[in-house]
């Protein structure tokens, strides 16, 4: 860009200065000739940043792919590598019932973290492809639909009854999925538990935001996001800074899957934290029935 600057500018002198006719200035011809040479430097020059733009975004795109492809690996080898440890625990040994107990509930555990890491690739490959939203017509009772993926938050995690409250309003329907919808809120409630440091805190409000939509609010006490990725953070593969990927595991998709799906049923997710340290809270917008 540098160069074509340097050359437009070197061009344009050698025209403005031609001493062929010191005294009667630019001819038409000259006139036109530099007209028609700007604008041609100013049209390779636009196509030089816009070369550089797509430039750096692939190289992003190339980078996140390469970390998702990471962390794919290791969300897939770290369970099943205790799996297997567990079963060949089990074959070799006679473990007494409470110990055998123990390993057959953390398979299950390994499992759970299995099936939720594939649901998870399967439901970003298909969210993209699905954006007709004529296809979500049925009623679906959000109150319901989230004390269920509480419940089941509670009871994965071992958490107490204080670490995750929900204010509710009177009975609210939304429009939509209740599978997909279920898959939103359990991304943003896992996510929540995820990046909360020490004691889980978390408050789930579920408010009547007028214009026939319904606002629920999901917030932590937790590690927080640095304001500067607040608008990345839904972006597919986007995950936190290097300090956050080393605490906490990930690939960087259950946003971009909780935005996609959401924007499928007519609604909308906000991320709002106020920095490191500092929680966050993520607000999501539905129509209600």
């Known amino acids: 860009m540098v160069l074509v600057l340097a050359l437009a500018v070197g061009w344009q002198i050698l025209v403005w200065r031609d001493d062929s006719e010191p005294t009667s200035g630019m001819s038409t011809f000259d006139s036109v000739l530099f007209v028609l040479g700007t604008l041609f430097f100013l049209f390779v020059l636009a196509g030089l940043v816009w070369l ?3 430039l750096v975004l692939e190289m992003r795109l190339s980078q996140s792919q390469r970390a998702f492809v990471d962390a794919v690996t290791h969300e897939l080898k770290t369970p099943l590598a205790s799996f297997r440890l567990g079963l060949e625990t089990i074959g070799r040994h006679e473990l007494p019932p409470d110990k055998r107990s123990e ?3 953390r398979m299950a555990e390994d499992l ?8 998870q690739v399967l439901a970003a490959a298909r969210a993209e492809e699905a954006r ?12 319901a639909l989230i004390a269920e993926h509480v419940r089941e938050l509670r009871e994965r995690h071992a958490l107490d009854a204080e670490a995750v409250g929900v204010g509710q309003a009177r009975s609210l329907r939304v429009r939509g999925d209740a ?3 279920g898959v939103v809120f359990r991304n943003l409630l896992e996510n929540a538990v995820k990046y909360s440091e020490g004691l889980v805190r978390i408050r789930v409000g579920i408010f009547e935001a007028g214009d026939a939509r319904v606002r629920i609010e999901i ?3 937790g590690i927080g996001i640095q304001k500067q990725e607040l608008g990345r953070i839904f972006d597919r593969f986007y995950r936190a800074g290097r300090a956050v ?28 934290s ?10 999501v917008t539905l129509r209600s029935v």
């Not at 007709?132 to 959000?142: E, G, M, N, Q, Y």
């Not at 106020?274 to 607000?283: C, D, L, P, T, W």
């Open 112 to 119: 759970d973290r299995l099936e939720y890491t594939v649901t």
């Open 219 to 221: 917030s932590d006490q």
């Open 52 to 54: 550089c733009v797509k």
């Open 245 to 272: 990927q080393r605490q906490v595991s990930g690939m960087g998709l259950g946003l971009f899957v909780a935005r996609t799906l959401l924007r499928k049923h007519g609604g909308r997710i906000s991320a709002f």
């Open 274 to 283: 106020e920095g490191a340290g500092r929680g966050s809270r993520f607000v």
């Open 103 to 105: 390993f057959l509930g």
């Open 179 to 181: 599978a997909e919808l």
């Open 132 to 143: 007709d939203t004529r296809a979500v017509r049925s009623a679906v009772d959000l109150n």
